[in-house]
């Protein structure tokens, strides 16, 4: 299966993202987990740092920073499906 591109992404509270994918598909990702296994996101318990996330051109993933980001793969396989 091809993964579908991200249209628009939300922050939300307690470090959650709602990703919205060009299918129409909503995921709730959260971050906290990834905070835990990469040094690099604890910059994102700022909320104004954590706010600041942004869809990368063209739907491939999520960023934050030069140094931040998430692929679209990762949101698709372990965000939870909204229904």
């Known amino acids: 299966m091809m993964i579908p591109r991200i249209k628009s992404v939300k922050p939300m509270k307690d470090l959650c993202l709602e ?3 060009e ?5 709730i990702m959260d ?8 040094p690099v996101f604890r910059q ?3 909320p104004a740092a954590f706010a600041c996330v942004k869809v990368d051109t063209g739907g ?9 980001d998430l ?3 990762d949101v698709w396989e ?6």
């Open 31 to 38: 971050i906290k987990p990834y905070m835990e296994l990469f």
């Open 78 to 83: 372990y965000g939870k499906p909204v229904q």
């Open 44 to 46: 994102l318990n700022s």
């Open 23 to 27: 299918t129409g598909d909503v995921r």
């Open 19 to 21: 990703v919205t994918f």
């Open 71 to 73: 692929d679209r793969c």
């Open 60 to 68: 491939f993933g999520l960023v934050w920073n030069d140094e931040i």
